[in-house]
């Protein structure tokens, strides 16, 4: 999992106003949360933290959070610019062509239970199921190599 912390934050007591007069900006949201699997617990992909070389710190979340994610991602920012960030701390390094950043993507465990886990397990479920039906429905083992007959139009 490159690129990921998978950490869960306590929330932090900061407001946004707070967190922007030390350089923490929060930006509109791109894209959907995604989800996966990981030592046995389902986490969600909740955004991402950019802190900028020049102290600069831009969190990005994806659409449709609660408030409780994005106050999670709140503190990942706050916490970088805390604890500056690196590569033993689970972040990323990026170059662009003017500047250096680090970059982390965020993702939060999902409570047990919950509507979404429940969602996305069975979601898997019937993936797992439809992908064995389609395998049972061989009636011959797969020729992995090629024959000439293969190669004739």
Known sequence: MNHTSLYTFIVGQRTQDDLEIIGVHLLPAEGTPTYEFHDGHLWKHVGTVNALDDGRIYVIPCAGLSGKEIRNL????????????????????????????????????????????????????????????????????????????????
């Open 74 to 153: 709140l503190a990942a920012a706050e916490e970088s610019f805390l604890n500056p960030p690196s590569e033993s701390t689970g972040w990323s390094r990026k170059t662009g062509r003017h500047k250096s950043w680090w970059y982390s993507e965020l993702m939060l465990r999902c409570e047990e239970g919950s509507d979404e886990a429940e969602a996305i397990r069975a979601f898997e479920t019937t993936s797992m199921r439809n992908e064995m039906n389609h395998w049972a429905t061989i009636d011959r083992p797969i020729d992995l190599v090629p024959t000439e007959k293969a190669w004739e139009v």
